[in-house]
């Protein structure tokens, strides 16, 4: 069996998501200069390629000065960006799914230049956690025309930022796995990789909390925001301008079992299971030889990972 042990500054008291009050936006000027990048992979059928034509003419048309961002690799992209960013920038628009988000943030670390988000992949998690339009790109484009801007959380798991959900244990042997599968639409893909990781499936005996406590479990979530995976709402609780992170525990299941709570993860009914235990934490450190975590889709490295919340680290056009 592999060792889970996950150590934080939890706050296990139950918690009520209507209380919190959102953070106040704030308007600026229509942004003159925009960095615009797309992810070509991205999504199906060549959507984010089209949908940056599309913001480009929108924005152009709005009086912006688009300048294209592209790269064969992600290391060149972003390489590529800090450079075009360093000559001034008013915003940098992401267009692609939640990995175009992740190298967005990668690229905006250490500056001012707040992020647009063109919803054009094939996950879309981070535009869904704050209401922006998804697979419409002129709507994202307004929205970036527009300049109303609002502090948002994110994760930082080691030196890598993420905006949605970083996993380990069964989901990131799930997210592994569909990442062999790009011949797949979205959520057949992740059906079939559950699927062939059901008939794995181990649970883990691992620590968690201030107070020490020990039990099996089969997956760790630690979110940023609710949902993963086009709108699994893994951390349903999960806000991304309340400066915590929501921690998600499956305990110790039957094969069976865990397959008939899946489905209850898209709206997140899960959390009412009693194999299932969720907390909030500020930073959590989370162990496990032999586990690797991912985040935004995307692989973040083996564990042991510690998971800290950076509040209002980055301005989001909404």
Not at 293 to 307: F, H, K, Q
């Amino acid at each position: 069996m592999v060792a889970f042990v996950v150590f934080g500054n939890a706050i296990l008291t139950p918690f009520d998501a209507t209380d919190r009050a959102p953070r106040l936006e704030v308007s600026v000027a229509r942004p003159r200069v925009v960095h615009l990048m797309v992810n070509s992979g991205a999504g199906r059928r060549g959507g984010p390629v089209q949908a940056g034509r599309i913001v480009r003419e929108v924005l152009m048309a709005g009086g912006s000065d688009v300048r294209m961002i592209s790269g064969p690799t992600r290391d060149e992209v972003v390489q590529l960006a800090r450079t075009a960013l360093a000559g001034g920038s008013d915003a940098l628009v992401a267009c692609g799914g939640d990995g175009t988000v992740s190298t967005a943030l990668e690229i905006l670390s250490g500056t001012a230049v707040p992020l647009g988000v063109v919803a054009a992949g094939s996950g879309n998690d981070f535009a869904r956690s704050l209401g922006l339009p998804r697979h419409d790109p002129a709507a994202a484009a307004q929205i970036v025309l527009a300049g109303r801007l609002r502090d948002v959380d994110l994760g930082l798991a080691g030196d890598r930022r993420f905006a949605t959900i970083m996993t380990s244990g069964f989901d990131s042997k799930v997210n592994k796995r569909f990442d062999r599968l790009r011949w797949a639409e979205r959520r057949t893909g992740y059906l079939a990789a559950i699927l062939a990781e059901l008939a794995t499936l181990r649970s883990s005996p691992f620590t968690t909390g201030s107070e020490v406590r020990h039990r099996n479990a089969v997956l760790v979530a630690v979110g940023n925001g609710k949902s993963y995976g086009n709108g699994v709402h893994m951390c349903p609780d999960a806000a991304v301008d309340d400066g915590l992170l929501d921690v998600t525990v499956v305990d110790d299941i039957p094969r069976r079992s865990l397959l008939r709570l899946l489905p209850s993860a898209y709206p997140g009914r899960h959390v009412r299971h009693p194999k299932v235990t969720t907390f909030r934490a500020s930073d959590i450190t989370i162990d496990a030889p032999g586990v690797t975590a991912y985040a935004d889709g995307e692989l973040i490295g083996p564990l042991p990972l510690t998971v800290s919340a950076l509040p209002g680290a980055v301005q989001v056009f909404v």
